[in-house]
């Protein structure tokens, strides 16, 4: 039975994610399968994957052959190293034991990558907030400090006005006093 390793679409519209699985290739995408092996969710950032390593290189062993995709999770997730160096274990060029050390340098090397690039990425993220944060405050207080203009502004022309009219009305006063001099 020609057997493959490949995707089975689920989610809904627009939103995807994806099983792992081991199944017939002459099944449909999203039909029957032999063993569920992981989920790939790439929606999220980073992308979410969980794989079963041990039963990934179980199928790989037994000739199971995987879609292009889905050797580039089982590459990221380590299953093909696994499996090369079980390879190496077969032929005597290592002991289990040894084959076992390299797997996990290789995994614990390959974790502390991936933390520092998802801690380099919050902290950009991190640096970009606070930008855009002091870009707002300081639009901010140019818009306040042109508020504060524009109402001292109309305060002044308020004042200003006040005392033309308070004037106008002493000239007036003051005219009429001199009308009712010169009458008298």
Do not use: C
Not at 145 to 161: S, V
């Amino acid at each position: 039975m020609p057997t493959k390793i490949r995707l089975q679409r689920h989610g809904r519209k627009g939103k995807p994610f994806f099983w792992v699985v081991a199944t017939d290739s002459r099944e449909k995408r999203d039909g029957k399968f032999i063993e569920k092996l992981g989920i790939y969710n790439p929606t999220t950032i980073p992308a979410t994957i969980e794989l079963d390593v041990d039963a990934s290189v179980k199928w790989l062993r037994k000739g199971a052959q995987p879609t292009d995709t889905a050797k580039r999770i089982l590459s990221y997730k380590g299953a093909m190293l696994k499996k090369h160096l079980l390879a190496g274990v077969d032929k005597g060029a290592l002991t289990e034991e040894e084959a076992n050390k390299k797997f996990e340098a290789w995994l614990e090397e390959k974790n502390s990558k991936v933390d520092s690039a998802n801690a380099s990425a919050r902290q950009k993220e991190k640096d970009a907030k606070e930008k855009a944060l002091a870009a707002e405050k300081e639009v901010n207080a140019k818009r306040e400090a042109e508020a504060k203009a524009a109402d001292d502004e109309a305060k002044a022309a308020a004042e200003a006005e006040a005392a033309e009219a308070a004037e106008g009305k002493t000239e007036e006063a003051q005219a009429e006093e001199s009308n009712e001099e010169d009458k008298a």
